[in-house]
């Protein structure tokens, strides 16, 4: 009987388990996973979850019922410490092997950690104890400080304040999502969390977490500066877990390398999720995506390609966020500095728009919904068509968006 093994306990894990079943395979199917928690999404960790708004039951991707009436075996709780290629075998901490006729990788990435003195006593938004012991802080209005203003970071504040905490949140950059979404956006988060009470250090370099007894009291900056705080939160970005690829061999460079099918440099091991730098047919280029939607999605791509079959991943970049009053959608992929101008639908000031990322030929590269809704096709036909667009058309709402 052939044997599939998926390393990785997330949402990844369990689509590419339940894509497997639903494409039509009828052999052994074990997915191991480090955490002891049935695989869940991580969205809810920093949003609804962490706001006290969902249960925990409620991230689970399924119950452990499914998993059993599907036969998926899960090894929970467990970590595979190497991979045999020539063998077809996974070894796992407690000394035992594995064999697969198929692998696939979602290890999913981890936090980068501070590098300064007292970095120990932060927290780390990563799995679902994480978000736990941070919701619980939060409840208690704690003086909160956030280093590091990207998209965790920013979701974070935003519940933080909303609860009634005070947020001091420090950024290197001169502004938030600086590398993600340019000065333009970045200014439109500034004056969201600004206008929300938030206390924003731009420019900033973190010199300590100071602690007395193992208590985080406060947090030293670069130029001396001390800023009071009873905890300390760390979202500075994540970096690709490829240290099993690496150990045996395979292609690796900013993530796992692998082709459109999702396959890696052996033909019998597959890669998905926050760890695949992928060729993308439509971009025309390879890219590594951190989002959920990548997580959702290439499963059912890789699972098709491991059966045998053609495939090919050509979803376009998808992430989403709430913020306070603030809700958006954004489609395509932009390098920084890789776009020549943004373009602007609606009315900015209300927080009510489109935004375009333009090519200097004019081409759409990226689209995001500020609190504008159901727009997202006519959004990805413009990425996806490779037309130059009159930038006044595009920015003139009795034009509609199929129309241009």
């Known amino acids: 009987m052939d044997t599939f093994v998926i ?9 590419a388990a339940e894509a497997l079943r639903e494409q039509g395979f009828d052999g052994r199917v074990v997915l191991v996973g480090a955490e002891e928690h049935l695989p869940y999404e991580r969205p809810p960790l920093s949003k609804d979850y962490l706001a006290g708004k969902a ?16 036969r998926i ?3 929970l709780g467990t970590e595979v410490i190497s991979i045999d ?5 996974v070894e796992l901490a407690d000394g035992s092997r594995l064999s697969y006729t198929k692998l696939l990788l979602a290890t999913g990435s981890s936090p980068r950690t501070l590098p300064v003195a007292g970095a120990d006593a932060a927290h780390y938004l990563r799995t679902v104890d994480d978000s736990t012991e941070i919701r619980q802080l939060i409840s208690d209005q704690t003086s909160l400080v956030v280093i590091g203003a990207g998209w965790i970071g920013l979701e974070v504040t935003a519940i933080a304040r909303q609860a009634g905490a005070r947020v001091t949140v420090l950024e290197f950059a001169e502004l938030p999502l600086l590398r993600v979404l340019g000065p333009e956006l970045g200014q439109v988060f500034a004056s969201l969390h600004a206008e929300h009470g938030v206390d924003l250090r731009f420019g900033v370099r973190t010199e300590e977490i100071v602690t007395v007894d193992g208590l985080v009291t406060g947090v030293r900056l670069g130029d001396g500066t001390l800023i009071e705080a009873s905890a300390v939160v760390v979202g500075i970005g994540a970096t690709p877990n490829t240290s099993l690829a690496e150990a ?11 082709d459109a099918a999702l396959r890696t440099s052996d033909p019998d091991i597959f890669a998905v999720g926050d760890i695949a730098n992928a060729v993308h047919p439509t971009l025309g280029r390879r890219i590594r995506v951190e989002h959920w939607a990548n997580a959702l999605n290439q499963p059912a791509t890789a ?27 954004y489609l395509g992929y932009v390098e920084p500095d890789g776009y020549d101008r943004v373009v602007f639908r609606g009315d900015v000031s209300a927080r009510e728009f489109i935004a375009f990322w333009l090519s200097s030929d004019g081409r759409v590269l990226a689209g995001m919904n500020v609190n504008v809704w159901d727009v997202t096709e006519p959004i990805k036909a413009l990425i996806r068509s490779g037309r130059s667009v009159d930038p006044n058309r595009l920015a003139d709402q009795t034009i509609p968006l199929d129309q241009l």
Do not use: N
């Open 7 to 15: 390393v990785g306990g997330g949402l990844a894990g369990a689509k």
């Open 55 to 70: 249960e925990l039951d409620s991230i689970f991707v399924h119950t452990a019922q499914w998993y059993a009436a599907q």
């Open 303 to 329: 699972a098709t390609a491991m059966l045998g079959s053609d495939a090919s991943y050509d979803e376009l970049p998808y992430f989403y966020t709430d913020q306070y009053d603030l809700g958006m959608e």
């Open 73 to 75: 075996e899960l090894r």
């Open 85 to 89: 290629r020539a063998a077809h075998e």
């Open 248 to 258: 045996c061999g395979l292609d690796v460079s900013d993530g796992i390398l692998v």
